[in-house]
């Protein structure tokens, strides 16, 4: 019987007009400040076994997305952390043989370990090497699902690195399928995305709209049998390490987002995959430079009595130094916009709500802050490190700290919290700015206390040396807003 397709094939285009319009310019600052710091720290343990433990994360995370498997949480975070044995994969944890699944990721875990090479040889991405790719990455898979002519589901043997001979465009829960490239135009295609891969190279197109074009136009040719997504996440993260940056590791717990986005990507708009890598990226550099500022804290105490060395770089730090605080300048600069926009809420605030104030109670919305590192500084720390560890980074408010606060008092009393400070035990010209709402409890002694603290965004709002204060207030006024809208609407949730 015909189907009508939900998504009917095209020839893939190239990139939007607009496509500059899709960069992030605070991710290129902030991956130019890792390449610099991890030029210094490339030698060091800690380093090196945070880069495995990536590794490790994009091998097993690239089967469980594409469910050749599946891995309890738990024992995900075992196999990152101590290695890939098959012994830590309990046979309740996963739905096929442990010691299959140990191997299909290892041979994951050679493939993008094996793009680093690629990188190194400056080789030229060509369809034979994805062809190389695609074998490696279902090296040990032997078969994949194919529906007969009866229309049963049934495994058939998986052809690897080899372009398919069927069409392989599967049915969507509602009935409708989803049209891949057919089997006689993929060569043409393919090598039409390398071609226009190449030239975005030389136009200079940035890391993450390429990562998202390349990783979506090869989806939507999916020239293999199985095992496209795995490939194009290959793909996406090759384009990442010619810039210096760091894998593309998609969780499951992206899995929606992701779906969503490549779906969006189908419609013909690119943006919110763009962004999804974007957010992807700059969490795992903040991740990254935490680590490596770790490392740099337990060296200086290593290199305390090595004072001529030390005296020796003091000019130089402290010229490097004076190029950092610029963040600081910045974050005060910002500060003082969160101050402004607060203000102008709380007053709004009052005007609106205030009145409808039942006799017996009394609404009241007001601002409260403190300067950068003043009297008050050391207030709220219990909230910054909840939603820190909510980022996956160490917050360091002691280095530099000021934070402005919208309390909201009815029934009960809930606040919305910006809190500027330094990542890392140490600065480097690299501070955020984090949102959380949280309410005050009163307790049988009349004490308050912060209740249900909760990140009022996906990421933190990065600030660095590199970017002026001009750049920096038109994405923190963006993002300000989102903060706003959705602490408002938990405030409304509480009522």
Known sequence: MHTTPRHQ???????????????????????????????????????????????????????????????????????????????????????????????????????????????????????????ELHALLTSSQATTEAVNPLGQTVQVPLDKGKYKLRPNNPRRPDGLMHEYCPPEHVAAEMDRLIQMHIEHEVRGVSPEVEAAWLHHRFTQIHPFQDGNGRVARALATLVFLRAQWLPLVITDDHRKVYIDALERADAGDLRPLVELFARIEKRQFLEALSVAQEVRDHDRRIKHAVTAIRDVLATRHASLRKEWDGAKGTARHLWTVANDEFDNL?????????????????????????????????????????????????????????????????????????????????????????????????SDENESGAVDVTGLTDE????????????????????????????????????
Request: aromatic share 12%; hydrophobic share 40%.
């Open 9 to 131: 094939w095209q020839e893939i285009e190239d990139l939007p007009a607009d496509f500059d319009d899709l960069s992030q310019p605070e991710l290129l600052t902030l991956g130019s400040i890792w390449e610099e710091q991890r030029a210094e720290l490339q030698a060091r343990d800690a380093v090196q076994e945070f880069n495995e433990k990536l590794l490790r994360r994009w091998a097993i995370e690239t089967g469980i997305i594409e469910r050749v498997y599946t891995l309890d949480r738990g024992v995900t975070q075992l196999l990152v952390e101590h290695g890939l044995q098959a012994n830590l994969i309990p046979h309740h944890a996963t739905d096929r043989d442990p010691e299959v699944v140990i191997q299909i990721i290892r041979d994951q875990y050679a493939a993008v370990e094996g793009l680093f090479d690629f990188v190194a040889a400056r080789r030229e991405l060509s369809t034979s090497y994805i062809k």
């Open 346 to 442: 709380s007053a709004h605030l009052t005007q609106e709500i205030a009145p409808l104030a039942p006799p017996s109670r009394k609404y009241s919305f007001f601002v409260d802050r403190d300067e950068p590192n003043g009297a008050r500084s050391h207030w709220f720390r219990y909230q910054i490190i909840q939603t820190a560890r909510g980022h996956g980074y160490f917050a360091n408010p002691g280095a530099f700290h000021c934070w402005v606060r919208l309390a909201m008092e009815t029934d009960g009393r809930s606040e919305i919290l910006i809190s500027f400070h330094v990542i890392g035990h140490e600065f480097r010209g690299v501070l955020v700015a984090t949102a959380c709402y949280f309410r005050r409890d009163i």
């Open 460 to 495: 933190p709002f990065q600030i660095n040396y590199r970017e002026s204060v001009q750049e920096a207030e038109v994405r923190f006024r963006r993002w300000l807003d989102e903060v706003t809208v959705t602490g408002l609407e938990m405030f409304r949730r509480s009522l």
